[in-house]
């Protein structure tokens, strides 16, 4: 039985982003993503004018005459959505947790896509992969991918983002767009999201917390380690202690930057303490320009 507090947490999450596609974000997903992908419709004899890129030539050496390929704009969508649930997602130092963050964002993107008949799927991962939820279409649907992403209890704690971009490449045969949505607090990856990005149209939905780039001034304190458990204590009064911690993130942050910029990726990034309807407008502005 799911608990109450959260279906009514899934029902404020669906009203609230019902109400910012249509009022603020109308349009933008269709002119980003609908009419992008294309798929093989047939092979037929070249006539004068054709595109001499599209000249198939495996055909054409077969039957001696030049034939080209014709392509059909992909009326619809696969939108899967990768979710870290690992247990640094439950973290979360001003009004909410990355995971509700996540959820989200995904509710907003899931709501255009299947406004646009369009299917959504969803993969639950940590340091294995622990759901996977088949592409669907309709509001339902929608709900459920929602519900999933904060009412699933995973059994790891770890983070293994390339395990679970694997999993996708075996289980979704077409192309797809698909939204790594993580602090990609990981290592290991980046291979795994060439490859993926090869195939599919992936965009980097990356999630961060303010603590996590920057310590208070509040003395002596306790930090844990949400996927290993460890406990150190932190002199947080120090400002060699604080200076050197921004420092770190500094370089984790340029490190993922870089990753994703040799891997080809997109990047949404996400904050908890920030809007992320600004994010999302920004990032389907920017699409649209480089598809211009």
């Known amino acids: 039985m799911i608990p109450a507090e959260v279906m009514a947490q899934v029902r404020r999450i669906q009203i609230r982003t019902k109400r910012v596609v249509n009022s603020q974000l109308a349009g933008q997903y269709e002119s980003v993503f609908k009419g992008q992908g294309m798929e093989f419709k047939e092979v037929r004899a070249y006539v004068p004018g054709d595109d001499v890129r599209a ?48 959820a989200e964002l995904c509710a907003v993107l899931a709501f255009s896509a299947i406004q646009h008949s369009d299917k959504v799927g969803l993969i639950i991962f940590t340091d294995d992969v622990e759901l996977f939820v088949r592409p669907r279409k309709g509001r339902k649907h929608l709900s459920r991918v929602v519900r999933e992403i904060l009412y699933l209890e995973p059994k790891g704690r770890g983070t293994d ?33 060439c490859m993926a990005n090869r195939r599919h149209d992936v965009i980097a939905a990356a999630i961060a917390d303010p603590r996590e780039e920057v310590l208070p001034n509040a003395g002596l304190i306790a930090v844990c380690d949400a996927e290993t458990g460890r406990e150190t204590l932190v002199d947080t009064g120090d400002a060699v202690v604080r200076a050197a911690y921004a420092q770190a993130a500094r370089e ?23 809007s992320y309807v600004d994010e999302i407008y920004r990032f389907f502005r920017m699409r649209e320009r480089r598809l211009a």
């Open 161 to 193: 983002i390339a395990r679970a971009l694997d999993f996708l490449n075996n289980v979704i045969r077409g192309r797809a767009v698909v939204f790594v949505v993580s602090d990609f607090m990981a290592v290991g990856y980046e291979t795994a999201l």
């Open 55 to 102: 000249i198939d030539w495996n055909v054409t050496a077969r039957t001696g005459h030049p034939h080209v390929k014709v392509m059909a704009e992909e009326r619809e969508l696969t939108v899967m959505f990768l979710v870290d649930a690992s247990a640094s997602g439950r973290f979360g130092s001003v009004s909410r947790f990355k995971i509700e963050a996540a």
């Open 252 to 274: 984790r942050a340029e490190e993922r930057s870089d990753i994703f910029r040799r891997a080809r990726v997109d990047v949404l990034s996400i904050r908890t303490d920030r």
